[in-house]
């Protein structure tokens, strides 16, 4: 009952909320990092983009842009800090080049079993918290940090069937560079560095065996399934986390309402994104079982507790590369403790 009345009273204070000090409407020109026609795009631009706009009298509206819309997908942090962009749902890992707690934060590898432990972490453990540290040194206090968290456990794409951390050894597997490929390596596969544009054709004509890619559903709609056939689903590595940041100067007109009324909208709509890619995630993988084309494989506990445990190892010597990244990484630990993920 209590839950009930604060959500009822939180939902009733958005839909009379205004911008502080601003009484025309505000457009936030946000860059993704999906590309224009993926169903993560459209679940923002056709769904929940226009929502804000109804929690707030039309005082705050968001403009969802494809990647590479406005600046590289690499470039916009540096967009939003200058104000050519108002903020960013970009990947963070795009950024470890700057520093290697990027990557810690971003993704690590192998490391949860389902995304709602990646947002706890990122949203209520600690991860958040060190985003922000991250975009105070980097950005010299320009940027806010509203959230950050993944909204899908990628699937595994393979042409050939691999069952066991020990299958593992010599698969040719595209791979970004950094965190990821050094997980790959230490289970015994070769990793290749190839942009994703390049992955379904790669796949096709031999020159890798597996990929990292993405969701069941963005896979799927890719036509990854036409060439790999042995999809490990639910995946064994990534689960890539996705900011949503904001210009501090555009943050602070927005006003103490204006803030809150982002915030919600921000985390409802994630919510919306991880639950409604499960339900899609598993209905792609009901049908593929019930075809004979291709084959789900899907890995023991017992075996993706030794990928973790492969997987630990790169984590630390990652993480002496930066003191934030050791941080990070800390955090991340303590967390995992705390809910049985590590001992």
Not at 36 to 46: E, I, L, N, P, V
Not at 74 to 84: F, M, P
Not at 129 to 137: G, H, V
Not at 301 to 326: C, M
Request: with cysteine; aromatic share 8%.
């Amino acid at each position: 009952m209590y839950k009930k009345t604060l959500t009822a009273l939180a939902l009733g204070a958005l839909m009379t909320v205004g911008v502080a000090n601003d009484t025309s409407a505000k457009t936030l020109k946000l860059q993704a990092s999906s590309k224009a026609g993926d169903w993560a795009h459209r679940f923002m631009t056709d769904n929940w983009g226009p929502k804000l706009g109804a929690m707030t009298g039309g005082k705050l509206k968001v403009d969802v842009l494809p990647t590479k819309a406005v600046v590289p997908h690499r470039e916009t942090i540096d967009a939003v800090a200058n104000g050519i962009l108002d903020g960013d749902l970009n990947a963070v890992s795009y950024f470890s080049g700057r520093d290697p707690a990027f990557a810690v934060i971003g993704d690590l590898i192998a490391g949860y079993d389902t995304v709602d432990q990646v947002r706890t972490f990122c949203m209520h453990a600690g991860g958040k918290e060190i985003l922000q540290k991250l975009y105070d040194k980097y950005t010299k206090g320009k940027v806010h940090v509203v959230g950050c968290g993944p909204y899908a456990k990628e699937a595994f794409v393979s042409t050939i069937p691999i069952k066991t951390v020990a299958d593992m050894k010599g698969v040719k597997v595209r791979s970004p560079e950094g965190l990821a490929a050094e997980v790959f390596k230490r289970a015994g596969a070769a990793p290749v560095s190839l942009p994703f544009s390049e992955v379904y054709t790669a796949l096709e004509k031999g020159v890798i065996d597996a990929a990292d890619a993405s969701a069941h559903v963005n896979n799927n709609a890719s036509g990854m399934y036409k060439v790999a056939k042995f999809p490990i689903y639910p995946g064994i590595h990534s689960m890539a986390v996705l900011q949503f940041i904001v210009n501090k100067k555009v943050w602070n007109k927005l006003g103490k309402e204006g803030q809150t009324a982002l915030e919600v909208w921000y985390a409802s709509s994630y919510d919306a994104m991880r639950r409604e890619a499960d339900l899609q995630d598993r209905a792609i993988a009901a049908n593929q079982r019930a075809g004979k084309d291709i084959t789900v494989i899907d890995w023991s506990t017992a075996e993706r507790a030794k990928f973790r445990e492969i997987a630990v190892g790169a984590w630390h010597d990652f993480a002496k590369k930066s003191p934030l990244a050791k941080e990070a990484l800390d955090a991340h630990l303590k967390y995992m403790r705390n809910v049985g993920l590590l001992k």
